[in-house]
C-alpha cells in the first residue's frame, strides 16, 4: 500500500516542518515545504535549478529575492481568514530571505526552474478569486500562480470547503500527457483543519483501481498525487483548506472527470 500521506513534524534549526522532494515522492517535478518561523527568525535560501513561489499562508514577513525587497508584508494571520495571500515569485538560480515579523506558516512550493522570469510579489489583488461549484460542491478558490500568469513549472492556488461539502470533486485525473485532453501534472495538498483536532478525507484512485486509497488526513499534513482521481470531503462542522501545488512536463492544467461522474457536471 502507497503512503501518500506526508507529516509534519517538530520545527527543524530552519523552522522546516514539512517537505517533499521529487526523490522522496518518487516522481520528476514537484517539491514542497513548510516553514513555521518565529517572530525575527530568518530564512535563506536558494533556488538551485528549481523556481519557487513562497506562499505566506499567515503571518507577516520581510522578503527579498533577485534583487527586490517587499517589507511588512502579509495580513491574514489564519488561512480561515479566506482573504487571498501574499507570495513571492523567485526564478532560479537565485537567492531568497524571509525574516518574520510575526509567527509565519510559510510554504515553498518548487519545480524546474528555466530563469525566464523576474521576481515578484503577488499581492492579493493580483490573486483570482473563485466560487466553484454549487450545493454541497462548492468551494472558494484563490488562484495564486494559474497558467495564464508568468512562470516556467509552477501552479499554486488554495481551496476552502466548507464542513459538509466536497472539493476536487466531481474527481478529476491529469495524469497523461495526451493535450489538449489533459495534461500530465503531479500535485501535492497541504491540510489545514478547522477546528484543528478534525480531519478530511481523501481519496486518491486510478482507472484500473492499482492504486485506491481513501485517507483521513490531519491538520497540517500533506497528500502526494502521483496519478489518479483525487476528491477531497469536508466532514460536517470542520472546515479544510488545502494549497496545491502543480507541475508537469507542459505548464497546462487540463482535466479529465472519472466518467461515473462526469453526469454532474450537466
Not at 112 to 138: C, T, Y
Not at 169 to 191: G, I
Request: hydrophobic share 35%; aromatic share 10%.
Amino acid at each position: 500500500m502507497p503512503n501518500l500521506i506526508v507529516p509534519s513534524t517538530a520545527p527543524d534549526g530552519d523552522g522546516c516542518v514539512l517537505s517533499i522532494t521529487p526523490e522522496s515522492a518518487g516522481w520528476e517535478y514537484v517539491g514542497f515545504e513548510v516553514y513555521r518561523l518565529s517572530e525575527g527568525q530568518t530564512l535563506s535560501r536558494g533556488t538551485g535549478d528549481k523556481e519557487a513561489a513562497l506562499v505566506l499562508l499567515s503571518g507577516r514577513a520581510d522578503v527579498k529575492a533577485g534583487g527586490e525587497r517587499w517589507d511588512n508584508i502579509g495580513q491574514r494571520m489564519s488561512v480561515f481568514e479566506k482573504t487571498p495571500p501574499y507570495t513571492v515569485y523567485v526564478p532560479s538560480q537565485e537567492q531568497y530571505e524571509v525574516t518574520a515579523l510575526t509567527e509565519l506558516e510559510l510554504a515553498v512550493c518548487l519545480a524546474p526552474g528555466l530563469g525566464n522570469h523576474k521576481a515578484r510579489l503577488i499581492a492579493p489583488e493580483d490573486v483570482g478569486v473563485e466560487n466553484r461549484g454549487s450545493g454541497s460542491m462548492s468551494r472558494l478558490v484563490h488562484n495564486i500562480l494559474p497558467e495564464q500568469k508568468p512562470a516556467d513549472s509552477l501552479l499554486v492556488v488554495e481551496v476552502f470547503t466548507d464542513g459538509g461539502n466536497w472539493s476536487s470533486y466531481p474527481p478529476h485525473k491529469h495524469d497523461r500527457d495526451e493535450l489538449p485532453e489533459e495534461s500530465r501534472l503531479e500535485e501535492t495538498y497541504y491540510f489545514r483543519v478547522q477546528p484543528e483536532q478534525g480531519f478530511a478525507v481523501q481519496r486518491v484512485y486510478n482507472d484500473d483501481r492499482s492504486l485506491d486509497e481513501t485517507m483521513a488526513v490531519k491538520d497540517g499534513q500533506a497528500v502526494m498525487v502521483p496519478e489518479g482521481y483525487h476528491p477531497v470531503s469536508a466532514p460536517p462542522g470542520y472546515d479544510v483548506y488545502y494549497l496545491n501545488v502543480m507541475a508537469g512536463p507542459k505548464r497546462i492544467w487540463k482535466f479529465r472527470n472519472d466518467p461515473d461522474y462526469d453526469w454532474l457536471m450537466k
